[in-house]
Structure formats: C-alpha cells, structure tokens
C-alpha cells in the first residue's frame, strides 16, 4: 500500500469501524432504556405490527372487563335485594300462618294484619331500590347484556326477574291482607306460591352471576397471557444487553485507539524529509 499525505485508508477504516461500534452502543443503550428490543417500527416493523395489534386486543379487553363487572354488580345487587324479598315472604308466611288461627281475638288479628301489611309493603321498597348504574333486574323486563369479547358480537345476557307485587314471581297482591280467618288461610298459599317463584328467580339470577363471574376469570387470564405474549416479542433482555454495552464499550475504547494511530500515519512521513 502506498503512503499518502492525502488519504489515510488506515482512518478511513478505523472511522467506518468506530461507526459501526457507536451504532451498536446506541441500540443496546436504547433496549436498556426503554427495556424493549422493539420499541419502534424502525427496529423491526413486523414484529412492531404484531405487538401493535396485540396491544389493541388487550386494550379493547379493558372495556370488556368493565362491562362485565357492571353486569355482575347490577346481578348481585338484584340477587341481594331478591334475597331479602324472600326473607319478607318467609315473614309473612309465619304472620298469615298466625293469623289464620281462629282463636285470635280481633286485636290480636288486626296487630297480625298490620305487620303483614307492612312486610308487604316492604317488598315494593326493596324492588323500588334495586337499582345498580341505571339497571334493575327486579323492577323492569329488561335483561342486562355484557361484552363478552373484544369485537363486540358476542354478549352475555342475564334476565330479569321481576318480583313486583302481583306480578308472575311475586303473586301476592298490593291489596293483600290476612285481616280474617279467611283472607288469612288465602294469603298462605299465595305466599307460598311467591316463595318458590322467587326461590327459583333467585336461581337463574345466581347462574347468572357465576356466568359473568366465570367469563371475567377467563378475561383476566386472557388479558394476561396477550401481555406476556406481547412481552416475549419485544421485551430486551436486560442481563444480556448490559453484557454486550460493557463489551462495545471496551471496542469503542480500542476504536478510539486505531484511530489515534491511524491518524499519526501522515505524520511520520515527515521524517523522510529530514
């Protein structure tokens, strides 16, 4: 190789290698600080594309998880006031069941008529206050639906149960009272009628309630793995990078070397002119 004044292909060498060392250390430098391998489409657009896409799916599960732990609150509110329903209807019971008696005198009788009067007009209160983010399972007909995956299309139903006086559940009339032997004896089958309806709306409430329960379990563990799936594909690791920094910084030390000595070439030829 000849020796020239005007170019140093030692520097030149030297320069495109420190080059190539600084760009190394600028990517492991970049995964140490962002902890990701890929944390742009630049380092790799279709891993980037893949874990964008993921991304959306996870986030779109957000709103699915809200939307069934609405459902499920507006289910177990609905479940706790049914609940309390049937206790009044097991009260009841007991109160047409002692009124029944033909022995009563009439103050006894109408002390009987006056709490079950009340018991009664307890179950219109409990239905009134069953109210969860605008949803009342017992009041209306109208069923509470839930997202169930991130398109959309596919939903969970829970149906209302409605346990009004003198409805389909609740046979028992706003004009019901056990004030004679008779309307007492009466009032007993029809109490007993509306404790089985509720017992039974009570069921398909619950079945409900473990339905969203169960679909929110899986949503989760869903919304979990996309996670570390997405983690596998672009996450740096850590240990590795902080290996390979401290190497290229050692090359980029010995870099700088070769091209002190690359650059000290031109000048040596000034001792052929002495």
Do not use: C, Y
Request: proline share 0%; aromatic share 2%; net charge positive.
């Amino acid at each position: 190789m000849s020796t020239s004044i005007n170019t140093n292909v030692a520097a030149m060498l030297a320069i495109q290698n420190l080059n190539r060392t600084s760009a190394d250390l600028n990517v492991s430098q970049n995964r140490i600080s962002t902890g990701q391998k890929v944390s742009s489409a630049k380092d790799n657009g279709a891993i980037f594309a893949i874990a964008q896409n993921q991304r959306g799916s996870s986030q779109a599960l957000n709103a699915v998880r809200e939307s069934l732990q609405r459902g499920q609150s507006a289910v177990d509110v609905a479940l706790s006031a049914g609940e309390t329903i049937s206790d009044l209807l097991v009260q009841m019971k007991e109160k047409a069941l002692a009124a029944s008696d033909t022995q009563l005198n009439t103050a006894s009788r109408d002390a009987m008529a006056s709490d079950f009067a009340a018991l009664r007009d307890q179950i219109t209160k409990t239905v009134n206050n069953a109210s969860f983010n605008g949803f009342n399972l017992l009041k209306n007909a109208t069923a509470i639906t839930a997202l169930a995956d991130e398109t959309g299309t596919s939903k969970l139903t829970v149906s209302s149960q409605v346990m009004a006086l003198g409805g389909s559940i609740v046979t028992v009339q706003t004009s019901t009272t056990v004030g004679t032997q008779a309307l007492a004896a009466g009032a007993i089958t029809t109490v007993n009628t509306s404790l089985k309806n509720v017992s039974l709306a009570l069921s398909k409430l619950g079945t409900g309630s473990k339905a969203l329960s169960t679909h929110l379990n899986f949503v989760n563990k869903l919304q979990d793995a996309i996670d570390a799936g997405i983690g596998n594909i672009v996450d740096a690791d850590l240990a590795k990078e902080s290996a390979k920094i401290q190497a290229l910084q050692t090359k980029q030390q010995l870099g700088f070397q070769a091209l002190s000595i690359a650059n000290q070439g031109p000048s040596s030829l000034l001792s052929l002119f002495r």
